[in-house]
């Protein structure tokens, strides 16, 4: 996270997390910021900040005193909804200064001295979208929140620990197994660069949540994996290839201790992905098999990555693109996962209700393409028009809600998609 956050420019604020929350009725101001106060009293990584050296050296110094400001803001006369979201868009809106500023900021909005809504916003630094979802459980349960025994200092403890370099060494020869093999989706697709060259849009489409629960069951697979694979079905589609390697997210919370603690543990991995082009149960059962080896094998030292990547372009003589990547998060706005049943909701009918938009346009980035697919009902898509077409971007969105809800439905054949665009006779020889 440090080298995405370092690879940005300085007014990108992508890496910002954001919510707001109700605040109970009953509850006054005074409550509020004991609470707020409580939950940064018990989470080190919100009371981090990060300091490096001339050499890229990281250091994290945890604060044992310091003050927060809050912004509060009354909206007695205006529409307290539209007040919290101004004040999100606001508080997340600025990229954090992480080597001098907490990771995190916070809004209240009241109405005649009530508060109405909480809205918080922090550095992707301090935590990732698993971490959230606890900060946003335990600011509910403040009264009782006691300091969280599992911390960033002991997790550093355990990854320097012998068991901790025996998961990085297993990590590594995965990579080396995957970067031999690997081949972005990309590779031989050329197009000239639009004005601006980036280009971010979003379909929110509610038809998403219920159609990934209802293929999970019927596959007995993961909805990450069912998400993974409707997506991996739409790069097939756009290429015409049919095998493919891609950087997936890892959220690495796999012991009871760090499935509590409020961090960023999240690494990508490098997956190779073979679609089957008639079938979704066959692509989506073995990326099932491929995705969890490779979630397994995500722990390890970036520097380690590093030196990896550079030694093995030194010995195929060509540079290493890893520069397309996909995440799969299941954040849900109250810090809590959505369940539908499939058979209570007219998958059709919500689909028709999604809606696409351009977030962003902009003349640099990091990646060549970077997905975020919450599996409650949105997709974010950033690309490099140079690798794909930003025309070409709703159509692949909606092809990827297609494939969804026709399997939901009980149609495995996937040959036929409509919405899919494809790069056509755009493939270099």
């Given amino acids: 996270m440090w080298n995405l956050v370092r690879k940005r420019s300085p007014d990108d604020a992508g890496l910002n997390l954001g919510v707001i929350l109700n605040v109970p009725e009953g509850t006054g101001l005074p409550d509020v910021l004991r609470a707020i106060q409580r939950l940064i009293e018990c989470h080190d990584s919100l009371r981090t900040i990060y300091r490096g050296s001339a050499g890229g050296e990281r250091m994290q110094l945890v604060l044992g005193t310091g003050q927060l400001v809050a912004v509060i803001k009354d909206s007695s006369t205006e529409d307290p909804n539209g007040v919290a979201r101004e004040m999100l868009e606001q508080l997340t809106g600025v ?3 992480v080597e001098h500023e907490l990771p995190i900021r916070v809004g209240i909005v009241s109405s005649r001295g009530r508060p109405l809504f909480v809205v918080l916003a922090l550095s992707h630094m301090a935590t990732d979208a698993h971490g959230l979802g606890l900060l946003i459980d335990r600011l509910y349960q403040w009264p009782t929140l006691h300091p969280a025994e599992w911390q960033a200092l002991q997790q550093a403890a355990l990854e320097t620990s012998n068991s901790g370099l025996a998961v990085s060494r297993r990590s590594l020869r995965h990579w080396s197994y995957e970067l031999e093999r690997f081949s972005p989706f990309f590779a031989g697709i050329e197009f000239r660069a639009e004005s601006p060259r980036y280009w971010v849009g979003r ?4 038809a998403i949540p219920a159609a990934l629960a209802g293929i999970s069951r019927r596959f007995k697979v993961t909805r990450a994996s069912v998400a993974l694979a409707a997506v991996s079905v739409g790069l097939a589609h756009y290429t015409g290839k049919n095998s493919f390697s891609i950087l997936v997210h890892s959220a690495n919370r796999f012991t009871p201790e760090a499935a509590c603690v409020v961090a960023q543990y999240s690494q990508e991995v490098p997956l190779r992905i073979d679609t089957d082009p008639t079938s979704f149960k066959k692509t989506v059962m073995a990326l099932n098999r491929e995705a969890t080896r490779a979630y397994t094998h995500a722990r390890c030292s970036p520097e380690d990555i590093a030196k990896l ?18 995440n799969i998060v299941s954040q849900a706005a109250t810090g809590r996962e959505r369940t539908a049943d499939i058979d209570d909701l007219p998958l059709e009918e919500l689909e028709t209700t999604s809606r696409y938009e351009v977030v962003d346009a902009r003349d640099h980035d990091w990646a060549k393409f970077y997905m975020v697919f919450d599996m409650n009902g949105s997709i974010n898509m950033m690309v490099d028009t140079t690798i794909f077409k930003s025309s070409d971007m709703e159509g692949f969105l909606r092809g990827v809600q297609r494939v969804l809800v026709r399997v939901a439905q009980g149609d495995d054949d996937i040959a036929d998609i409509e919405h899919f665009p494809t790069c056509g006779g755009r493939l270099k020889a």
């Fill in 95 to 97: 990229r954090f200064e």
């Fill in 203 to 206: 379909l929110v489409a509610p």
């Fill in 309 to 326: 990547c550079e030694r093995m372009a030194a010995e195929r003589d060509s540079e290493l693109d890893l520069a397309a990547s996909l």
